[in-house]
């Protein structure tokens, strides 16, 4: 069983900056593939980005150039810094792992979940 506890959301001016970390415990979770999702109210939640074991990182159209994902593997934290946060920014973001290791796009392929944490942005 892996338990992954997502922290660090709160309210921001549009332009501002923000950085989750999602803090895995557990089970191993070295080998996993790591996942920011997001989910605004009355929307489908929607792939951020994703990490893998092997350092292959992928992003969101919509957050390339301003959000970055990146692991402490010591300390078995994921974190997604966001920069320059926009108004469509705001949603509950979740943090996800997958055990096969892909950093994939699809929810489906994770099967660990934290509980979320709320990201605010003001316009």
């Known amino acids: 069983q892996v338990r992954l506890v997502e922290s660090g959301g709160g309210l921001v001016q549009a332009g501002g900056s923000l950085r989750l970390s999602c803090a895995a415990s557990?089970?191993?979770?070295?080998?996993?593939?790591m996942a920011w999702f997001r989910q605004a109210p009355e929307k489908n939640r929607e792939f951020v980005a994703a990490n893998s074991p092997r350092e292959e990182i992928v992003y969101a159209d919509s957050v390339k150039g301003r959000f970055t994902i990146s692991r402490d593997y010591v300390n078995r934290t994921v974190y997604l810094e966001m920069n320059n946060l926009r108004p469509e920014d705001a949603a509950t973001y979740f943090c996800?792992?997958?055990?096969?290791?892909?950093?994939?796009?699809?929810?489906?392929?994770?099967?660990?979940w934290g509980r979320g944490t709320r990201v605010t942005v003001s316009s």
């Open positions: 996800a792992a997958n055990q096969v290791g892909i950093a994939t796009s699809y929810s489906t392929s994770y099967e660990n």
């Open positions: 557990g089970r191993d979770t070295s080998m996993y593939a």
